[in-house]
């Protein structure tokens, strides 16, 4: 069961480093569905950062500024050209996907070079790593899985204990109150877009350099979109992002799980599962009737301050 659950985290942790940049653009007040595109980037820049360096800290950076490039193309569109949402989160994700397609080409097949694949291998923490249960899930994990860790962390810190997080909470609630009492909106917007675009790039780097670190095509398989459906499902609360990441991982990983065990079930059928569960997280999130789970009032809408 420990090996199950340790599995589990780590199928989810794309997903937490995806559902926090997500969330935290959201937060904003803007709606960027180009989440699987910037996954795409993150990953394909930094594997061949990998193979040309061969420094993990490099390929880690690689994948954030990557991302965070993706998220400005978005950010300039919708921030100050004040382009639709939507159209421009779907259009980011299919460039992300050609683009990947297109500098991946010569990479496919490739492994990631050894010391970036040794570098990233697990670690138990002393003395936490020894508690019963817990130590063998949480604590004996990759520099990636713990990084995961601390990004919530730093999350939930920064969006409810800080200044900056009240006026980011308050640009999502109302853009122009929020401007009305001095908050740069532009800025703000800006900022949180591009930090959410170094993380979904972060997400997408996971995949290409710790959990599969071979080069295939379309590596990120859909993980882009459940991360946007797993922002509704937490209800914009980083901690509970991670958990619900684990939840979505275990369920990426159930049919391998039950093969295992000697269960004749298909794995077309089980790969399915976390698909489905984010189409009924998209339906069932339309009763949802606490003010804490509902989204930013203002989210999704441009703003141009002299329509105040």
Not at 45 to 62: C, D
Not at 67 to 92: D, E, K, M, P, S
Not at 175 to 194: E, F, P
Request: charged letters at 10%; glycine letters at 12%; a neutral charge.
């Amino acid at each position: 069961m420990t090996d199950f659950l340790a599995a589990c985290v780590v199928a989810g942790t794309p997903l937490v480093f995806a559902t926090l940049g997500e969330l935290i653009t959201e937060k904003s007040g803007s709606t960027n569905l180009g989440v699987e595109g910037m996954m795409l980037i993150g990953a394909v820049m930094g594997f061949l950062a990998a193979m040309n360096t061969e420094s993990p800290v490099v390929a880690i950076l690689a994948a954030a500024v990557a991302g965070a490039a993706g998220a400005l193309i978005y950010a300039i569109l919708t921030v100050t050209l004040r382009a639709n949402q939507i159209v421009c989160g779907l259009t980011l994700t299919i460039f992300g996907t050609g683009y990947a397609q297109f500098v991946g080409q010569p990479l496919l097949g490739m492994s990631a070079p050894s010391s970036v694949i040794s570098f990233f291998g697990k670690i138990s923490i002393p003395v936490l790593g020894d508690i019963p249960f817990i130590g063998p899930v949480f604590f004996q994990q990759d520099l990636f899985v713990y990084l995961s860790y601390i990004m919530c962390g730093l999350a939930a810190v920064y969006m409810y204990r800080t200044r900056m997080g009240m006026n980011l909470k308050a640009l999502g609630e109302s853009n122009a109150a929020a401007d009305a009492s001095g908050i740069n909106v532009a800025l703000y917007k800006y900022i949180h877009i591009l930090i959410g675009g170094a993380l979904c790039g972060l997400g997408g780097a996971y995949l290409s350099l710790v959990r599969m670190p071979i080069w295939q095509e379309n590596i990120v398989n859909g993980r882009g979109w459940i991360a946007v459906a797993l922002v509704i499902f937490v209800a914009w609360n980083p901690i509970k992002g991670f958990f619900g990441a684990a939840l979505f991982g275990g369920l990426s990983i159930l049919g391998l799980r039950l093969q295992a065990m000697g269960f004749n079930v298909s794995q077309y059928l089980v790969d399915m599962i976390p698909y489905v569960a984010t189409i009924l997280i998209v339906i069932f999130s339309t009763y949802k009737k606490k003010k804490e789970s509902q989204p930013p009032a203002d989210l999704g809408n441009n703003y141009f301050r002299e329509e105040r």
